[in-house]
């Protein structure tokens, strides 16, 4: 830190009480003047030396017979002046960065000029910001902080401007000019710390190019948008230090529990605080700040009532990075006057802005997946599959809310292309979630929610659960027994035919699936499946490669619970009488895989029609 001493004199300023201070001397003092509440007994003679405005004032007290003058409004309040008059009578003072703003404007209020005496206070502490107080960073941002409390003189002389310009072209410098121990802050932990080997092997410590965002934390939120303004329109500081700064000015300020960000006395500051780090963000949306941060600032915009543009400016960032959200981060909470506890319709819209960039390379297809789009941010069919977890995770997470409407869950989940989703298995669990904490749903409630998803894309495990899930739909169930008896015998066909790359054939895709059921009969489908129950003693082999390369893959229904082995044995029953018809309904959730042709032949009895229409 800087300081400037001027004076030479002993200080011989005295205290009577708490309102009176006098200065000792042989002569009796003349004049009294009025700061605040304190009143200094002073000699006219060494003030208006110094002071054009006391001198004025001086006159006019004489002309009306008075020894007292009153200070309105003065800058600084009693300290400061006593340090203008300590400088009157010569004595010693020491000026820094706390107290040099204060005296600037008091000394300025007298009009301590070059035209009463040369070299004036004011002349002397415009030498001292310029010469040292500009050109410390520390002293830089003090000399910012004292600057509020002494408005609108600090902004009238332009020490809030030289302030702001001062600490906003020190942080654009190299690092490797700054010594670290200029900071004011912050202190680098040891994991934090980058060492690098100088030319003869001893080490150094590199300073990073965040060197300076915590410094400038305690600064108000005004102040502190007029340095960051400041810093952006240098046009030399990267948008991903730009957004660490606002990271750690956000976490500085905002509080962390809600009862205090929405009290009466916080609200209006976090909101503008928060609008203004959101006009603050990088002009290149796809840079600067991780998509974790975005999601809290837009928290608290929905808590503490923010402006419909600021929100919606988060939502545009968010969606630029929603392939990097963590479910976590999604869960936004509702305004107290909604009746669910997350805000499900601020992610659909951030969902729908998602694919609003994402739409034109799908357009393209698989050749356009890596070209750049808005903003130059590239988004690649990995984000996508990013963004179908996260959705299907965050469905799950909520389908635990009783609030939380199905017109809503249907929703955001139909919002996710197929593409978005190659296996379903986080999609049946939200389901499932959504289903044991409804358990009031209708029948065809529970069959539009379990037709978001397709039974083909679930993985041996999670087909292994719906088929043991009474809370799903029997029909449901009952494609599950069937598209796992289809895999099943494609896993023994595929054995048999070529044993030495069965390990490759384990899984078939849906047209491999449908390849299967357009070419083989119900007929060969069941000779199929009785192929499975050989006894081990025939295919040792076969069976352990199937063991080793499908997970718990024992016959299907062996796996299946004595209910849905029942049904699926009563199926095949019927379909015996049938010949060669087919069902022909073996895709989507929403199609049983049971339907068989209308050529009902009269062995099938009536008690087969009414088992069959009862499982449809």
């Known amino acids: 830190m800087k300081f400037m001493k001027l004076g030479s004199k002993p200080d011989t300023f005295q205290t009577d009480g708490k309102c009176i201070r006098y200065v000792t001397s042989e002569l009796a003092t003349d004049v009294i003047i009025n700061v605040g509440e304190v009143k200094f007994y002073l000699h006219k003679f060494p003030l208006l030396s110094k002071s ?50 204060a005296a600037r404007c008091a000394a300025e209020y007298l009009e301590m000029t070059e035209d009463v005496d040369k070299k004036n206070l004011i002349f002397k502490l415009e030498v001292f910001l310029n010469s040292s107080i500009f050109r410390s960073w520390k002293d830089s941002i003090i000399v910012l902080q004292t600057t ?37 802050n912050r202190k680098l932990s040891a994991p934090d710390r980058i060492v690098e080997e100088g030319v003869f092997g001893e080490r150094i410590e590199s300073v990073p190019k965040d060197w300076w965002v915590e410094d400038i934390c305690e600064l108000d939120i005004d102040l502190y948008k007029r340095v960051m303004i400041a810093v952006k329109s240098k046009g030399r500081m990267d948008g991903s230090v730009i957004g660490e700064a606002l990271r750690i000015y956000a976490v500085r300020w905002l509080p962390d529990s809600i ?25 290149d949306k796809s840079v600067g700040c991780s998509c974790s941060f975005l999601l809290k600032l837009l928290k608290v915009s929905v808590l503490v009532g923010v402006d419909n543009s600021a929100r919606e400016d988060l939502v545009k960032r968010i969606s630029l990075k929603l392939h990097e959200a963590s479910v976590k981060d999604l869960l936004i909470p509702a305004r ?31 050749v356009g997946w890596n070209e ?29 809310d009783p609030n939380l409407t199905l017109a809503s869950f249907i929703d955001l989940s139909q919002s996710i292309p197929e593409s978005a989703r190659p296996i379903h298995d986080g999609l049946y669990k939200a389901i499932d979630s959504y289903l044991k904490e409804h358990p009031d749903l209708t029948k065809a409630e529970r069959k539009k929610i379990c037709g978001l998803m397709d039974v083909r894309k679930l993985t041996m495990d999670a087909s292994v659960h719906a088929a043991q899930n009474d809370r799903l739909p029997l029909r449901v169930v009952v494609q599950v027994l069937f598209f796992e008896q289809v895999r099943a015998a494609s896993e023994v066909h595929a054995l048999r035919n070529n044993p030495q790359n069965a390990s490759h054939s384990t899984t078939n895709t849906d047209e491999e699936w449908e390849k299967t059921a357009a070419k083989d009969d119900r007929k060969s489908l069941k000779k199929q499946i009785s192929q499975m129950k050989i006894k081990d003693e025939e295919f040792p082999k076969n069976v352990k490669l199937i063991k080793k390369n499908s997970k718990n893959s024992k016959s299907g229904l062996q796996l299946l619970p004595s209910r849905s082995r029942r049904i699926f044995d009563k199926l095949w029953i019927v379909g015996k009488g049938h010949g ?30 009414h088992r069959r229409h009862s499982i449809s």
């Open 580 to 609: 060669e018809n087919r069902s022909s309904e073996t895709s989507g959730s929403s199609q049983s895989p049971t339907s068989l042709a209308p050529g009902d032949t009269k062995s099938s009895g009536s008690s087969s029609r």
């Open 259 to 283: 009862d205090a960000l929405v009290s009466d006395a916080q609200t209006l500051r976090n909101k503008f605080l928060v609008e203004t780090i959101v006009c603050l963000l990088p002009t």
């Open 336 to 366: 107290s006057s909604r009746t669910a506890c997350y805000d499900v319709e601020l992610v659909q819209c951030i969902v729908n802005e998602y694919l609003m960039h994402e739409k034109p390379r799908r357009a393209l297809g698989d």
């Open 372 to 400: 750049k789009g808005p903003d130059d941010f590239v988004l690649g069919h990995g984000s996508l599959l990013a963004v179908g977890k996260l959705i299907d995770g965050y469905l799950a997470e909520i389908a635990h």
């Open 52 to 101: 054009n405005r006391l001198h004025r004032l001086v006159l006019k007290a004489s002309e009306e017979n008075s020894d007292e003058i009153n200070m309105v409004d003065f800058p600084g309040g009693p300290k400061a002046f006593e340090i203008c008059a300590k400088f009157c009578y010569g004595m010693t003072v020491t000026f820094s960065a706390y107290n040099v703003v």
């Open 148 to 184: 509020k409390s002494l408005l609108p003189w600090s902004e009238d002389l332009k020490i809030i401007g030289r302030s702001v310009d001062s600490i906003a072209s020190k942080t654009s410098v190299d690092p490797a000019n700054v010594t670290w121990s200029y900071t004011y």
